[in-house]
């Protein structure tokens, strides 16, 4: 298995431009996750679904960020307007349950936010 | 909400030497994850603990879990320069995971 795909793999923008970052999850897991990381916060979870269906958005940050999955095998993460404290590395990671199994991690996209 | 302490967060050892890090948790956590994350990569899995009294090992790394203590341990034997990176626990709950800060090790030949 390829693992789980993220693009792009880099991402530079001004401030105010809409940004879309992808995921294609592990063929088989159920569960998506939607992660960022930065130096002062660390690893924090913005959002992640179960079969398609988001389950717990309340990581997202702000009504810019907003996230779908039209199908089990891609995922979008949009931020619209970007600013640059948005700027991070972006992770998605996928898993076969959400109890017993561990998550396995894309990897990332760094944006940055000019 | 479930909130998750490493300690140390940084570490400076030599090679041969032994050490542990430790994860300590605030609330009733389901599971316990580490997780290696070498500078500008992706995180790895290294384990998963599934309850009171779980111990894994792989090479030299070996993990514990006490959930009555909310503690959780790292324990690296004979340290190898390889094994520099940063390690992160991660508690499970209702919701995802909540990561702790990370352990930045570094060992040196």
């Known amino acids: 298995d390829a693992g789980v795909i993220q693009s792009p793999r880099h991402e530079v923008t001004e401030m105010g431009q809409e940004v879309t970052l992808r995921c294609k999850p592990i063929?088989?897991?159920?569960?998506l996750f939607w992660y960022r990381q930065t130096m002062m916060r660390g690893l924090e979870l913005l959002i992640y679904?179960?079969?398609?269906?988001?389950?717990?958005d309340s990581g997202m940050p702000e009504d810019r960020f907003s996230a779908k999955m039209p199908n089990a095998s891609f995922s979008t993460l949009k931020i619209q307007p970007s600013e640059p404290r948005d700027s991070a590395v972006y992770f998605c990671?996928?898993?076969?349950?959400?109890?017993?199994?561990?998550?396995?991690f894309g990897p990332g996209t760094r944006l940055t936010v000019l | 909400e479930l909130k998750v302490e490493q300690n140390p967060l940084f570490l400076s050892m030599q090679e041969g030497k032994n050490y542990t890090i430790y994860c300590n948790y605030s609330?009733?956590?389901?599971?316990l994850y580490w997780y290696r994350q070498d500078p500008g990569k992706s995180l790895e899995s290294l384990f998963v603990?599934?309850?009171?009294?779980a111990v894994k090992q792989e090479g030299r790394l070996m993990a514990s879990l006490d959930t009555k203590a909310r503690l959780s341990t790292l324990h690296i034997t004979a340290a190898v320069h390889d094994l520099s990176a940063t390690y992160f626990c991660?508690?499970?709950?209702?919701?995802?995971?909540?990561f702790g800060k990370g352990t930045h090790l570094i060992i040196q030949p």
């Open positions: 063929s088989g897991h159920d569960y």
């Open positions: 679904f179960n079969n398609n269906v988001p389950i717990d």
């Open positions: 609330t009733t956590s389901d599971r």
């Open positions: 603990l599934l309850s009171n009294g």
């Open positions: 991660a508690g499970g709950g209702a919701d995802g995971l909540t």
């Open positions: 990671a996928s898993s076969r349950d959400r109890f017993t199994d561990t998550q396995y």
